[in-house]
């Protein structure tokens, strides 16, 4: 299966410890996006990648979070001094761009839990 | 991008067509309509979208109105895998970040 891959799959730390989650895209692909889910809600837009290149960032991704994606292939998602708050399901997505719109093609997700 | 309002739930016995609705009644000519779908613990997928004409892939078809303010996603024979939250999306073709509401939990009965 060449669909996107997350790891860890769960990842359960104490308040204050520095987390950090990879995602591997489809590898044509030259977007790659970030989005959170909390129970009961949509995934919410983080910020996404165009290559190596971080074209936007939502005021929902704190000074504690950093992304990168090094070689333009898979990315990183950093949370420093992790927050109860911080518990959620985080969701990696990568696309084609092609004329006529395009698809978002999404991880299993990595689900935190901050105690 | 416009709003989208969806009913939050909806029910549909297995194999018959699951029809779920979605009003966007303030989109504009240049948004799609994308509709994705998130099964437990996974995550969402896409299924299909449109601009002005009706679309079926195979999984699905799209119908939207001549006005565009409401569109109708079906699922021709349902099975119980499709049991699943339905995102109904309206977005501007180059908007990178796909808002996603609270969708619709389409339970398929047995």
């Known amino acids: 299966d060449t669909g996107v891959s997350q790891n860890p799959r769960h990842k359960i730390t104490k308040r204050g410890q520095n987390v950090t989650f990879r995602c591997d895209p489809i590898s044509e692909h030259n977007r790659l996006y970030w989005y959170r889910q909390t129970l009961g809600q949509g995934p919410e837009f983080l910020t996404y990648f165009q290559n190596e290149a971080q074209l936007e960032k939502s005021r929902l991704l704190s000074d504690r979070f950093s992304a990168e994606r090094p070689k333009g292939s898979f990315s990183t998602l950093e949370i420093q001094r992790t927050e109860q708050g911080d518990s959620a399901m985080y969701l990696c997505?990568?696309?084609?761009?092609?004329?006529?719109?395009?698809?978002?093609?999404f991880g299993p997700g990595t689900r935190l839990t901050v105690t | 991008d416009a709003k989208t309002t969806q009913p939050p739930s909806m029910d549909c016995a297995e194999g018959r067509a699951a029809n779920l609705p979605c009003n966007h009644s303030t989109i504009s000519g240049n948004e799609y309509v994308y509709w994705y779908r998130q099964i437990h613990s996974q995550g969402p997928q896409y299924i299909i979208h449109?601009?002005?004409n009706n679309e079926t892939n195979e999984m699905a078809s799209l119908i939207i109105t001549e006005d565009r303010k409401s569109s109708t996603l079906i699922l021709p024979h349902a099975t119980l895998r499709d049991t699943a939250v339905y995102y109904c999306i309206a977005q501007f073709f180059g908007n990178e970040k796909l808002t996603f509401g609270t969708g619709t939990r389409l339970t398929i009965i047995p």
């Open positions: 449109g601009l002005k």
């Open positions: 997505a990568s696309s084609l761009v092609w004329s006529s719109g395009y698809e978002q093609y």
